[in-house]
């Protein structure tokens, strides 16, 4: 079941009227050829040196989806939220009206991934996964087909390791790569300011299973240093293995002691925010309480 991406569809009578165009999404990145170690190295500390400040960062979202109907046009959806971020594995979507409530929650902790659906408060109802326990098929059921961690590579704020392979494409474009989880792998393309460009996350099984092109980059306000560090501002994101395009717009963004503050990643503190039930409460790695719990066949 998709329940992340059809759940982001659902929320578009809520939203405003999308601004996004279509997402566009050129071929897959070449192989290249490797470059030498100190290039290889230099390009590795440039790209950090853009987002290695931002181990906390906060920003105003919109999320437009784009699927195709049963008669092959494209239908485009939004909501409003916000993304929030502690590295190195916190993680906050939230998507709904932010001038009036939350609908639908991504989050992860230290311990847990879940998704939280408010949408109809009378039906409200939280799925919860360990990451201990993540696996690539869970992950897919959740609507993520990648591992919940590896989501900020897809908006090229996740540092590079120093282990990355650095390879120069047709155009003098750079591309790190490194081992994402589940043996699968990470590539980043960098532009000349070595900002991020077009990330792409491939399976064990060299598929792809995510993409996303990187766009108007802004400086990101750090309090107290009066840095600016810059990230994308826009991001199309590819789901090709369940026929999703996703835009999201960030604005906003900053970085302070203050934002992002700890609740979004209380996990039990959210569940008595958006007055989960107990009953309505269930673990992503007991699949079968998922699915009864999705048809309604669970009271």
């Not at 009378?122 to 690539?136: K, N």
């Not at 991001?235 to 700890?262: A, N, W």
């Amino acid at each position: 079941m998709r329940l992340l991406w059809l759940a982001l569809v659902s929320v578009a009578a809520l939203g405003s009227a999308c601004c996004s165009s279509a997402p566009r999404f050129p071929g897959t990145l070449e192989a290249g050829r490797p470059v030498q170690a100190q290039a290889a190295a230099d390009a590795i500390e440039s790209y950090n040196a853009h987002i290695e400040q931002l181990d906390r960062l906060w920003a105003r979202a919109t999320v437009a989806v784009f699927q195709q109907d049963e008669r092959g046009r494209t239908q485009r959806d939004q909501g409003e939220g916000f993304v929030q971020l502690v590295r190195p594995s916190m993680v906050s979507l939230s998507v709904g009206k932010y001038v009036d409530r939350m609908y639908f929650e991504l989050g992860s902790n230290e311990g847990w991934y879940w998704w939280i659906d408010v949408l109809d408060r009378a039906d409200s109802f939280a799925l919860l996964g360990r990451h201990e326990l993540a696996t690539p098929e869970l992950a897919d059921r959740f609507g993520v087909p990648v591992h919940p961690l590896d989501l900020p590579i897809l908006l090229g704020i996740e540092p590079a390791p120093a282990v990355a392979e650095v390879r120069r494409v047709s155009g003098g474009r750079l591309v790190l790569s490194w081992p994402s989880r589940w043996g699968g792998q990470a590539r980043v393309a960098l532009d000349q300011l070595s900002q991020p460009v077009r990330v792409e996350l491939w399976t064990s099984d060299g598929d792809l299973a995510a993409a996303s092109v990187i766009e108007q980059h802004q400086g990101v306000t750090v309090r107290g240093t009066g840095e600016r560090p810059r990230i994308g501002g826009r991001f199309e994101i590819d789901l090709p293995r369940i026929e999703t395009q996703v835009v999201v717009h960030m604005t906003s963004p900053e970085s302070s002691e203050r934002r992002p503050g700890t609740a979004p990643f209380d996990l039990e503190g959210q569940l008595r925010r958006y007055r989960i039930p107990e009953d309505r409460i269930r673990l992503l790695d007991r699949p079968e309480d998922v699915e009864r719990l999705l048809t309604g066949t669970v009271q």
